[in-house]
């Protein structure tokens, strides 16, 4: 296994491949990547994962210091399941350094849920995807589920900017509870009671998908997650390719959330359709 910290030694790495998968993640690994390295081992023998937290995505610079760090872990881990894996750990200065801020066109999605208590974390996203992308030059990009509006964004990122480039989408993996993992958890006192954004975005999906009236059950959500306390961002329902607000004929739906949970901001989301 390589743990490489520079780009030149990277490069070096990935001539020995013909085609690359790339899973990016900010570490604190859990079974939710590991479920992103498996499908990435499926479609190639170069797999990269990167382990990066990236400073330009935190709109909350308490966000950015308190996100677990745990590498020696994560490496060790990766070392057990996953032996031969190109992990890439840089230093900012060897990433940012030679960058100049760029503007990408993301679209009017960006704007919208967590965007809009976030204002510029999916330009941070798309920026460091686009450095890594440019570097590693992989022909899968991994990404889960769990953050379905930055899969989204990173799909039409793609799209534009990197067309060669395949995204591969993961499902979310979840605890015995259905709690979606994510490395934010670790942050979390009671994950059982955290548990429950599942089951309410669960009960208002089933209702909507018995044709209950969607503002009605977002609203219904709400209330429930007032009671167990919780600041709430937003409850919302969108359609599942481009999430934007359904129309009468829309069957393919999800419904997202973001709340904060013990001042822990969690996200979760489920797809459904409308028979
Ligand atoms: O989903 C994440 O962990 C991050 O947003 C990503 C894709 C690794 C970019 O920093």
């Not at 604190?28 to 937290?53: D, P, Q, R, T, W």
């Not at 997650?225 to 009468?248: A, C, G, M, S």
């Not at 949970?261 to 969690?266: D, G, Q, S």
């Amino acid at each position: 296994m390589h743990v490489i910290k520079t780009v030149s030694e990277l490069k070096q790495c990935l001539t020995a491949f013909k085609n690359i998968s790339f899973v990016p993640t900010m570490g604190n690994l859990h079974a939710g990547h590991m479920a992103l390295f498996e499908e990435a081992y499926k479609k190639s023998e170069g797999v990269v994962f990167s382990i990066f937290i990236n400073r330009i995505q935190f709109n909350d610079s308490n966000d950015f210091i308190n996100y677990p760090r745990t590498l020696a872990n994560d490496v060790s881990l990766i070392k057990k399941k996953f032996p031969s894996a190109i992990i890439f750990h840089p230093e900012e200065n060897e990433l940012y350094f030679n960058h100049s801020p760029k503007e990408f066109a993301l679209g009017k999605v960006v704007e919208d849920l967590c965007g809009r208590s976030r204002p510029g974390h999916f330009q941070g996203v798309a920026t460091i995807i686009d450095i890594f992308l440019a570097m590693i030059n992989p022909k899968y990009l991994f990404l889960g589920k769990k953050d379905y509006q930055q899969l989204c964004v990173i799909e039409n990122f793609c799209k534009i900017y990197y067309p060669h480039v395949t995204v591969i989408p993961i499902r979310t993996i979840r605890d015995a509870n259905n709690l979606a993992l994510s490395s934010r958890n670790n942050l979390l006192k009671d994950k059982t009671k955290a548990a429950n954004l599942y089951k309410i975005l669960l009960q208002a999906s089933q209702a909507i998908k018995s044709l209950s009236d969607i503002q009605q059950q977002t609203k219904l959500a709400k209330e429930q997650l007032v009671k167990e306390n919780w600041q709430i961002d937003y409850v919302e329902v969108r359609t599942q390719k481009k999430l934007t607000h359904p129309k009468d004929n829309d069957k393919e739906l999800i419904i997202l959330a973001a709340v904060y949970c013990e001042k822990i901001r969690l996200i979760d989301n489920i797809e459904f359709c409308i028979e």
